[in-house]
């Protein structure tokens, strides 16, 4: 066996970049990379590479990654200098990658590898963005399903960029479409909705999306929230509008109340009980107030974080790895 380096520098050298995301995966790398390689290897072309982005693994996340090689592929190992998430470590393998064709993958095996070669023959069709959706959803709960299924609905409601249902980060990307993300300034990243408004030629490809193959899920239920907070803010006003539009109703609502309150006392002479209906209505304004100043507060904090300009990421150490061939015996 012999390390051929591999001068592939410049984004038109290289086909396909697969990024793949790691927090937490030191059980499943070796699988994962095992059969991402078996895939690559029985790909024509050899001119792929593949971005490991260590989020700030807790555990030997980074230590595997070192590890790794491939006979058909540059390896190229990232590793954050903290967790800050995973649309950061997206971001970060984004700004890294070089391919004509770029792929973002999970390492949990959730996203499978084997869908590759689909998700290249639908690129040289002509397509800008191949999206793969999941028609079923192996190995999460009800409640999360059924979340998901509401988040959707309320994000195709309020977004004014479409984003699919049940259409995660598992996508394939052009060159074109990642180099106008990549001229995105924004700080408060939500890959999904990113990954969705350049537009351009777009297709969709349905699979059975399998349990974890090891490990667990490292997303907790208030980071979900977070994240679809994040998604719904970033690309919609309409939580805002909806706010005036709540205002608007009550203060309606009020009117015609304080008008029948009026008729009620000066025409027909009744007393109107106050303090059950007074405590009712109090308590009503202010909870509509309590969700009004916090929608405010969604994306006034979003609005400070842009202004402190902060990186999305910071990059404590690089390694690159060339491809391991094998030497053949030459025949005489």
């Given at each position: 066996?012999?390390?051929?380096?591999d001068?592939?520098?410049?984004?038109?050298?290289?086909?396909?970049?697969?990024?793949?995301?790691?927090?937490?995966?030191?059980?499943?790398?070796?699988?994962?990379?095992?059969?991402?390689?078996?895939v690559?290897?029985a790909?024509?072309?050899?001119?792929?590479?593949v971005?490991?982005?260590n989020?700030?693994?807790?555990?030997?996340?980074?230590?595997?990654?070192?590890?790794?090689?491939?006979?058909?592929?540059?390896?190229?190992?990232?590793?954050?200098?903290?967790?800050?998430?995973?649309?950061?470590?997206?971001?970060?393998?984004?700004?890294?990658?070089?391919?004509?064709?770029?792929?973002?993958?999970?390492?949990?095996?959730?996203?499978p590898?084997?869908?590759?070669?689909?998700?290249l023959?639908?690129?040289?069709?002509?397509?800008?963005?191949?999206?793969?959706?999941?028609?079923?959803?192996?190995?999460?709960?009800?409640?999360?399903?059924?979340?998901?299924?509401?988040?959707?609905?309320?994000?195709?409601?309020?977004?004014?960029?479409?984003?699919q249902?049940?259409?995660?980060?598992?996508?394939?990307?052009?060159?074109?479409?990642?180099?106008?993300?990549?001229?995105?300034?924004?700080?408060?990243?939500?890959?999904?909705?990113?990954?969705?408004?350049?537009?351009?030629?777009?297709?969709?490809?349905?699979?059975?999306?399998?349990?974890?193959?090891?490990?667990?899920?490292?997303?907790?239920?208030?980071?979900?929230?977070?994240?679809?907070?994040s998604?719904?803010?970033?690309?919609?006003?309409?939580?805002?509008?909806?706010?005036?539009?709540?205002?608007?109703?009550?203060?309606?609502?009020?009117?015609?109340?304080?008008?029948?309150?009026?008729?009620?006392?000066?025409?027909?002479?009744?007393?109107?009980?106050?303090?059950?209906?007074?405590m009712?209505?109090?308590?009503?304004?202010?909870?509509?107030?309590?969700i009004?100043?916090?929608?405010?507060g969604?994306?006034?904090?979003?609005?400070?974080?842009?202004?402190?300009g902060?990186?999305?990421?910071?990059?404590?150490?690089?390694?690159?790895?060339?491809?391991?061939?094998?030497?053949?015996?030459?025949?005489?």
């Open positions: 066996m012999q390390l051929v380096s001068k592939l520098s410049q984004p038109k050298d290289i086909l396909l970049s697969v990024i793949v995301p790691v927090y937490n995966e030191e059980q499943v790398l070796p699988i994962f990379h095992h059969r991402l390689d078996q690559l290897s790909l024509p072309n050899e001119r792929l590479e971005i490991y982005v989020d700030g693994s807790s555990d030997d996340s980074w230590e595997v990654m070192l590890s790794l090689s491939s006979c058909c592929a540059a390896l190229e190992c990232i590793n954050l200098s903290r967790n800050f998430g995973k649309e950061a470590a997206m971001t970060a393998g984004i700004d890294h990658c070089k391919g004509q064709a770029v792929m973002l993958l999970d390492a949990d095996l959730q996203d590898p084997e869908l590759i070669p689909d998700m023959a639908a690129w040289q069709q002509g397509f800008d963005v191949v999206n793969m959706k999941r028609t079923a959803r192996h190995g999460e709960s009800w409640f999360k399903k059924c979340s998901a299924g509401i988040y959707y609905k309320l994000l195709d409601h309020l977004a004014d960029v479409p984003v249902k049940n259409v995660g980060d598992f996508r394939l990307i052009s060159r074109r479409v990642i180099d106008e993300i990549k001229q995105l300034s924004e700080k408060n990243r939500y890959m999904k909705g990113i990954l969705s408004w350049p537009g351009y030629k777009q297709t969709t490809i349905e699979f059975d999306r399998p349990a974890r193959e090891a490990g667990k899920t490292k997303w907790s239920f208030p980071q979900l929230v977070g994240l679809a907070l998604g719904i803010t970033a690309f919609s006003v309409k939580p805002l509008r909806l706010s005036v539009w709540a205002g608007v109703i009550i203060s309606l609502a009020a009117f015609l109340l304080a008008f029948w309150v009026l008729i009620k006392t000066a025409l027909l002479g009744e007393v109107v009980q106050g303090y059950p209906s007074l009712l209505v109090q308590l009503l304004l202010g909870g509509v107030q309590l009004a100043i916090g929608v405010c969604e994306y006034i904090g979003r609005i400070y974080t842009e202004v402190k902060r990186p999305c990421y910071l990059v404590m150490e690089i390694e690159h790895k060339v491809r391991i061939v094998k030497e053949q015996k030459k025949h005489a």
